[in-house]
């Protein structure tokens, strides 16, 4: 059973940095991090494949998002710098048991999600 808790929003200005932290319980294959902005279709922003050790990310965070685990804690962790308000949404945590990532980080995808942590970035 795979269970994740997702810690580390707020609110920035823009500009600022946060990492948000997914404690994650259970064995899985591919881990990833979307976002839902108001209106807007859940996005996964960054994807880390559990096997090939290969990480994805979107062309809106590319550069700038950093997607990593820390073992010694047990999390799965999103380091966000240089924040913009496009940025801004709420941001899930999510995992499938099996199975390799699709780069593109289709929702659909993932069986488990975290409960989401609210980022607010202002200008």
């Known amino acids: 059973q795979v269970r994740l808790r997702e810690t580390g929003g707020g609110s920035v200005q823009a500009g600022g940095s946060l990492r948000l932290s997914c404690a994650a319980f259970?064995?899985?294959?591919?881990v990833a991090w979307f976002r839902e902005a108001p209106g807007k279709e859940r996005e996964g922003v960054a994807g880390?494949?559990?096997?090939?050790?290969?990480?994805y990310y979107s062309d809106s965070v590319r550069g700038r998002f950093l997607i990593s685990r820390d073992y010694s804690k047990g999390t799965i962790d999103l380091y966000m710098p240089d924040l913009k308000p496009e940025d801004s949404g709420m941001y899930f945590c999510?995992?499938?048991?099996?199975?390799?990532?699709?780069?593109?980080?289709?929702?659909?995808?993932?069986?488990?999600w975290g409960q989401g942590t609210q980022v607010t970035v202002s200008s």
């Open positions: 999510a995992a499938q048991s099996d199975g390799d990532c699709n780069r593109s980080l289709p929702p659909g995808d993932f069986v488990h």
């Open positions: 259970g064995n899985f294959a591919c």
């Open positions: 880390r494949d559990e096997h090939l050790r290969w990480t």
